[in-house]
């Protein structure tokens, strides 16, 4: 206890200013993307545009006006090149996971306000239920619950209490903590985040290189060739200097793809426009053409092949003790009072939150990602819960399983007459199935068509989700998936199985945030081009 109150003692203003001195401050600026010069270096100078202009400037040396047309056509490269990559630089800077909001920390045992970007290394921060997290720290004092949804994608409420890391970027939903800062500026979670979607990529095209290759290789004749031609004309053929000069041009001018060119950059500014039209970002022209190269595609479920418009489908009595209408009201009771806001608690909530009963609720604890449950406490009746029946349950009922086999999630809602520890969060011996609920979450009319079109363009599909396996594999079976048997359970296998598994595998269920990524790079290291599509954080 000596040491915690040490702790919320916060830093003296000689360790700040030593911290500060260091370095060691939260102040963050990322460089991302090209700079502008970059960016037009990139699409000016090159070898095919130097080659071009070259012949440009010969022809206005000697005023040949109406043979410059053809240079329209490298401005246009250039410029629609450049207009591209601008726009998609000004989209990315935009990218912004942290507010500005001022945060109270303890120094010299006092609390002050400060601008997030004025927190050191060690601070003691004051966080309360709204408030976001600015920088990564560790809890010292407190608890509360955080929504990280915007780094993981995981709406779920995440218990933090004393030792437990919080990351910059979350919010809090509920309690009040005081918190060690760990990490500062791009140490930060949510910066590491953010350099890594606002770094720019090298382009990886092979049209762009074929055609810098040919410039090239025409390069290395073209000079020498065109002076033959301009003094064959000139000087043999006794031309004129301006026909010379637009003699040899033409001939040059016929060695150089600018067709290739043109046609090029004409179908991927109409790529584009067409993907600009969906507001979609492409970072780089010949992104599109890398797209069109995709041979393995992974998909999310929630919301890519279901409409992620769920509905409670129905409830199954697992117990007589009480009735179907009573455990409506039960439900009613427990959603009026969760906090819970996860596609799965709003179907129940829009089924049951309506009714009208006589219950009274105590504590609440929210579900959590972990657990993967969570419960409330009823005055004179006991504790309900509601999760997943693997971890409410030591057997699955039957009819789990039978569900769970029509492709439906699967939620329990169980009774204790025992109460629940809110600080260790463990479940009590006596807990008893009470009722089943089925949600269901309809596939989209144009799945089984989509994958068809992909399969048929020999694409490999692979799902990536978080959902139960089972459930995926039997929704990948109805929207017309190949290969719905093969499937595994992500949680119970290490980072080195998955990698080992990615390749032949087909549908990875109960995937962590950190998988999914661990995924897509063991598929890009064995060779392919793939391409992952979900939510925001995929």
């Not at 909001?101 to 050191?120: A, E, T």
């Not at 000079?223 to 004129?240: C, H, N, V």
Request: proline share 2%; net charge negative.
């Amino acid at each position: 206890m000596k040491v915690m109150k040490k702790q919320l003692q916060g830093l003296t203003q000689v360790e700040v200013k030593r911290r500060i001195d260091a370095g060691k401050t939260n102040h963050f600026k990322a460089k991302t993307g090209s700079s502008n010069w970059e960016i037009f270096r990139r699409n000016v100078f090159n070898s095919f545009n130097v080659l071009n202009f070259a012949i440009f400037v010969a022809l206005i040396a000697v005023q040949a006006w109406s043979n410059l047309f053809f240079f329209g056509i490298i401005v246009l490269n250039a410029f629609t090149g450049m207009m591209t990559e601008l726009r998609a630089r000004r989209m990315i800077d935009k990218l912004n996971l942290m507010n500005k909001d001022q945060i109270r920390v303890v120094r010299d045992g006092q609390l002050v306000s400060i601008d997030p970007k004025d927190i050191v290394l060690d601070d003691v921060m004051l966080l309360s239920a709204g408030e976001q997290v600015p920088s990564d720290a560790v809890v010292v004092d407190g608890i509360a619950e955080l929504n990280e949804a915007m780094l993981t994608g995981e709406s779920d409420h995440i218990l933090k209490k004393d030792g437990k890391e919080l990351l910059s970027g979350s919010y809090l939903v509920s309690g009040q903590v005081y918190a060690r800062v760990i990490h500062v500026a791009e140490d930060n979670y949510a910066n590491k985040l953010m350099l890594e979607a606002k770094t720019h990529k090298p382009i990886v095209s092979r049209i762009l290189y074929n055609m810098d290759k040919i410039a090239k290789f025409t390069g290395k004749i073209v000079i020498p060739f065109g002076l033959a031609l301009f003094f064959e004309a000139y000087l043999i053929k006794q031309l004129s200097l301006q026909e010379s000069v637009v003699t040899s041009s033409t001939a040059l001018l016929g060695m150089l793809p600018k067709g290739i060119a043109l046609l090029t950059i004409t179908s991927l500014l109409t790529a584009v426009i067409k993907l600009g039209m969906k507001h979609i970002l492409v970072q780089e022209m010949y992104s599109v053409e890398t797209l069109a190269r995709v041979d393995v595609l992974c998909l999310d479920k929630t919301g890519t092949i279901t409409q992620g418009k769920m509905t409670v489908k129905g409830l199954e009595l697992l117990s007589e003790r009480f009735t179907k209408e009573e455990l409506e009201r039960l439900l009613a009771a427990y959603m009026q009072h969760s906090k819970d806001k996860n596609a799965t608690a709003q179907a129940i909530r829009n089924a049951y939150e309506g009714l009208e009963h006589h219950y009274q609720v105590g504590d609440v604890i929210p579900f959590s990602s972990d657990r993967k449950w969570g419960a409330v406490s009823v005055n004179g009746l006991g504790t309900l819960f509601l999760g997943a029946p693997e971890m409410l349950l030591k057997e699955n009922p039957k009819a789990v399983d039978q569900a769970q086999a029509r492709g439906s999630r699967v939620l329990i809602l169980a009774w204790s007459q025992s109460g629940v520890d809110t600080e260790t969060m463990t479940l009590p011996n006596d807990v008893e199935a009470l009722t089943l609920l089925e949600i269901a979450d309809p596939i989209r009319e144009d799945a089984a068509e989509t994958l068809e079109y992909l399969r048929s363009e020999d694409v490999t599909l692979k799902i990536i989700s978080g959902d139960n396996p089972v459930t995926v594999s039997h929704i990948a079976h109805q929207a017309g998936f190949a290969d719905y048997q093969s499937y595994i359970d992500c949680s119970k296998v290490s980072d080195e199985e998955l990698e080992a598994l990615a390749e032949d595998t087909a549908i990875f269920g109960r995937v962590s945030p950190h998988q999914k990524k661990l995924l897509i790079q063991t598929l890009n290291a064995n060779g392919h081009t793939t391409a992952m599509t979900g939510d925001g954080v995929n």
